[in-house]
């Protein structure tokens, strides 16, 4: 079955911090590029974070302007997961977060995992 499940949502306060994990199964996920993307309530999508599909030694990850420094995209390979650490979070940062597949043109969701920071 080919899916992606997200965990490690929650409600915190401003300055905490939260780690996100997404587990896919029924993919190749180690050939993918990935993404985690986040909608907040009335607002449209927002790309994240992503991290390439290559190998350690070369794989490089991206952030958005508004997470930059403080959010830390991760994955393991070798168990299907991705990760996002999230620090400093404010209440910006509210939304329900998905992991995605590929960098951009996602097409395969997760049901996401909710973020609330008050």
């Known amino acids: 079955h080919v899916q992606l499940v997200e965990s490690g949502g929650g409600l915190v306060q401003p300055g905490e911090s939260l780690r996100l994990s997404c587990v896919a199964s029924?993919?190749?996920?180690?050939?993918?590029?990935m993404s985690w993307v986040r909608q907040a309530p009335g607002k449209e999508v927002e790309w994240v974070a992503g991290i390439t599909s290559l190998p350690s030694l070369f794989r490089a990850a991206s952030y958005a302007d508004s997470v930059k420094g403080r959010f830390t995209i991760s994955r393991d390979n070798a168990e299907d997961t991705l990760d996002l650490q999230m620090n400093s979070l404010t209440t910006d940062d509210t939304a329900m977060y998905y992991c995605a597949r590929n960098w951009a043109l996602w097409n395969l969701w997760g049901q996401g995992t909710q973020v609330t920071v008050s």
């Open positions: 029924g993919i190749t996920f180690s050939r993918h590029d």
